[in-house]
């Protein structure tokens, strides 16, 4: 069998059982740093869990992409652009909820009272109630990725045309948004948020509650995605990684399942960039930047594509050496980033996961058939 088709896979008992355990460990940062107070051995920071969360969201996003690329073949260079409009979705309802507490004391942001702008433009209209960011979170980055896949996919581009005009389409957006009449706060974007449900944002139990519905999320993504892959369906989406001619030779029309894969991953990346904003407390254009989306890919790279805790994986390892890097030496991050996507590629194919799985594979005992192929070999 080709050895693209064959993918690693983790997701054994054993491996169900680790998920588990890390996610309980993780479950339980930041109810130590609620329980413990400073100085403590048990006490965790509040700038650790801040960090860890926003891991969790790059997460989230890593496994999105890794469904569309990893296991449908489309690789994308531009889901950035889903991961902003999810969090400028939701920095708008931040936004509403400073209320007069702002610079200006007005109704409106600071930065629409610098521009002299005397009302909020229509396409901020109901933004003040969370359910209704919450809708715009999942139909703006859904609606963008089902018309931009209609007419790509319609029209056959796949490939590197297909990655090229996917970063097209975020950088566009980039410079769209860097304007300060499109009322989305130009190059500064969206911060100083105050408040979220009536809950001042910077608590620490608002933070709690923010990581641990990040944690819920993000497995939850991963339960819905396994059950993807391991369905029919999933195996209709690997047919059309794999081969998509044939697929339609056997009456397959592989349009709507790419559109319905794309439009779900948009989602998912929407999601992750709204649980993203309140926790580092900005949302700017600079997340749409073309490098981010690549770094999306690096990471599922890193981590094993095809395999979906392998994007968990590589964002947890790749952001963590970025924030150890930039602490220590911060001129030097861009190249170790590029080193790392180079050796990945040459060494390891199919990432950390890939590695485990050759490692296990060397120190499992010989099979009872191995061995009795082994015999007859040296008896002939």
């Given amino acids: 069998m080709n050895a693209m088709i064959m993918r690693p896979s983790l997701f054994s008992r054993p491996a169900w059982t680790g998920i588990v355990v890390c996610t309980v460990i993780l479950a339980l940062l930041p109810l130590c740093n609620l329980a413990f107070p400073e100085g403590s051995a048990l006490h965790v920071s509040g700038y650790t869990i801040a960090l860890v969360g926003k891991f969790m969201c790059y997460a989230m996003a890593a496994l999105a992409l890794d469904l569309v690329w990893g296991y449908t073949g489309i690789l994308s260079l531009g889901h950035g652009v889903f991961f902003a409009l999810g969090g400028y979705a939701h920095g708008m309802y931040l936004m509403r909820a400073i209320g007069r507490d702002g610079v200006y004391q007005s109704d409106l942001p600071d930065f629409m009272v610098f521009l002299n702008w005397k009302a909020y433009p229509w396409y901020w209209w109901m933004t003040e109630h969370f359910w209704f960011a919450m809708l715009l979170v999942v139909l703006v980055p859904g609606l963008l990725a089902f018309v931009f896949g209609y007419f790509a996919f319609r029209s056959r581009i796949k490939g590197v045309y297909f990655s090229i005009i996917t970063q097209a389409m975020t950088f566009a957006f980039m410079l769209l948004f860097f304007r300060n009449d499109t009322g989305f706060g130009g190059n500064n974007g969206f911060t100083d948020f105050k408040r979220i449900l009536g809950f001042t944002i910077t608590a620490p139990g608002t933070k709690a509650a923010l990581y641990l519905v990040t944690l819920a999320l993000l497995f939850g993504a991963l339960f819905l995605c396994r059950l993807i892959v391991t369905s ?93 890097f930039t602490a220590a030496f911060p001129d030097l991050w861009l190249y170790a980033l590029g080193l790392i996507f180079i050796l990945v590629t040459l060494f390891l194919p199919q990432g950390i996961v890939g590695l485990i799985q050759k490692l296990k594979k060397r120190d499992a005992p010989p099979s009872p058939a191995g061995e009795g192929e082994a015999a007859t070999k040296e008896a002939a």
């Fill in 232 to 324: 029919k369906l999933g195996r209709v989406l690997q047919g059309v990684r794999d081969s998509e001619s044939r697929l339609m030779f056997i009456g397959y029309n592989p349009l709507w399942f790419k559109l319905f894969v794309w439009t779900l991953s948009a989602v998912i990346c929407g999601i992750a960039g709204a649980l993203y904003v309140p926790q580092v407390g900005i949302i700017n254009p600079s997340e749409m930047s073309p490098a981010n989306s690549i770094e999306m890919v690096i990471w599922a790279a890193v981590g094993g594509r095809g395999t979906l805790l392998g994007p968990i994986i590589g964002a947890f390892t790749v952001n963590g050496l970025k924030s150890w």
